[in-house]
């Protein structure tokens, strides 16, 4: 756990938000984690397009995106390194479903320490569990990062401090994600990565990597994975904006090795790593 | 939408939450809904009841019920007619999925204004619109009534006014529940209720009423249901500790009488209908 540091509400530095906001009652709104480093939030044009696609599909609408950028830069000016939490709810609402006409959203902006991992997390791998929570399918929340996020609490309940991350299937037993990551197979020196119309985040180091991977000569497959494949695959990793890219050394009692491929891409991938300050 | 006469944080009257609450955060917690009438709040324990099940689902401790229930009580004194909403989180944890060791849990109490609703809802029935959005499948979060419910907001959006509920299957096709309450179905003279081991909240109204059902003559059934049973059925209602009873005129198009049956139950599930405050 990270502990907050500032928290801004709708721009004012404050620490509370009215106990009626939707975003408490429902977990009605989406968020962002984001790294900063030297000053910058990393990818911020990436978070805020996914930002808004979140939005959207919630219908969530009168949210200015400019002003949020500008904000978020703001925070981030002056740190070395820290990360940065942003919440978008539909705003205050008192008790029912339905959506109040003329709700304003509400923006809550955290400025957290950053998040030290050892450096033999990205050397030797982590070691993750097989989580027996299944994940509920839904496409119309799947891939964004909305508040509904109990299943990945209970899951994360599952171990304390042996396992570095846990992997959830869904209910059908499709391999999705990890808790608070994405994962990624190696097979025959290709990528595979789980679809994720039905159930899953869609994240930004996985966005960027899908996209990168042919620049670096890298085959990557978006697909449905089984158990089958994690045990058939010669390597796998999680990815996040926070953790960068874990190579993963064992998955549920599976024992992989850190292939060339996945070795390449953490330099790539993990955030301020090339500057020496995770070595 | 009731809006927000009074709310207690804590047991303070003060409106508003810590922006790092895990209930915001992550929807991490659990609610009630209760209807007070002439200064008492209807069916405390079986409210009480069910918001342990959930806090224990969930893994949530130290939260003084005894304290609760006193202070529930009296922030209904005085009040004819209106509404408590009670949540309860695990408390502050700022980022990061894992519970915090020393988390201590936020209760949030509101009372309300008492939603009216027309006296032909009870008489003639309501109309229903079978909802497009499916419940996807978690028998870890099935039952409880907790905070994560983006579902039934983006149900909700299906329709404005001309309807006064929705009905829900899961990913599976199978009949859950109503957007904000549970169903019934009439089949010759038994009442059908899904079961709701997979997806769905156990509400208040539908457990008083599978209780009940024996002593007042009325055989019912707790099993999986489809839309082929909806369209088979002589009857249909819905129910919630707010609205107690809804007969069905209308659902998906298919047109329902309401049968003798259904007639009955009205005036003993609807909160206050018995002394003719709904007339």
Redesign the interface.
């Known amino acids: 756990?990270?502990?907050?540091t500032e928290?801004w509400?709708n721009g004012r530095l404050?620490?509370?938000?009215?106990?009626?906001?939707?975003?408490?009652?429902?977990?009605?709104g989406v968020?962002e984690?984001l790294a900063v480093l030297d000053g910058e939030p990393l990818d911020l044009d990436l978070h805020l397009a996914r930002l808004k696609r979140g939005l959207d599909r919630?219908?969530i609408g009168n949210v200015p995106l400019a002003s949020l950028r500008a904000e978020l830069c703001s925070r981030a000016a002056g740190h070395a390194r820290a990360?940065l939490?942003l919440?978008v709810?539909?705003g205050a609402?008192?008790?029912?479903?339905?959506?109040?006409a003329a709700a304003q959203p509400t923006r809550?902006v955290?400025l957290?320490d950053w998040p030290e991992y050892p450096s033999h997390y990205y050397e030797d791998g982590i070691s993750a569990v097989v989580c027996r929570?299944?994940?509920?399918?839904?496409p119309?929340?799947a891939g964004i990062k909305?508040?509904?996020?109990?299943?990945?609490?209970?899951?994360?309940?599952e171990w304390n401090d042996e396992h570095q991350e846990g992997l959830l299937m869904d209910?059908e037993g499709c391999v999705i994600e990890g808790?608070?990551s994405n994962v990624f197979l190696v097979r025959d020196k290709t990528l595979l990565t789980p679809d994720l119309a039905r159930?899953g985040v869609e994240g930004i180091v996985r966005e960027k990597l899908l996209a990168r991977a042919p620049q670096l000569g890298i085959d990557v497959r978006v697909q449905a994975l089984r158990m089958e494949d994690v045990s058939q695959a010669q390597g796998a990793f999680f990815c996040n904006s926070l953790i960068g890219l874990w190579p993963v050394r064992s998955l549920g009692g599976i024992r992989y090795p850190v292939p060339p491929l996945v070795r390449r891409l953490v330099p790539e991938f993990v955030p301020g790593l090339a500057a020496g300050r995770n070595s």
Chains 1, 2 share one sequence.
């Open positions: 756990m990270t502990s907050a928290v509400v404050e620490p509370a938000v009215p106990a009626i906001d939707r975003g408490l009652a429902y977990g009605d968020f984690t919630l219908g990360a939490k919440i709810t539909r609402g008192s008790r029912g479903y339905r959506v109040p809550i955290m957290l929570l299944r994940l509920g399918l839904n119309a929340l909305h508040l509904n996020r109990l299943e990945q609490v209970l899951a994360r309940r209910s808790v608070m159930a």
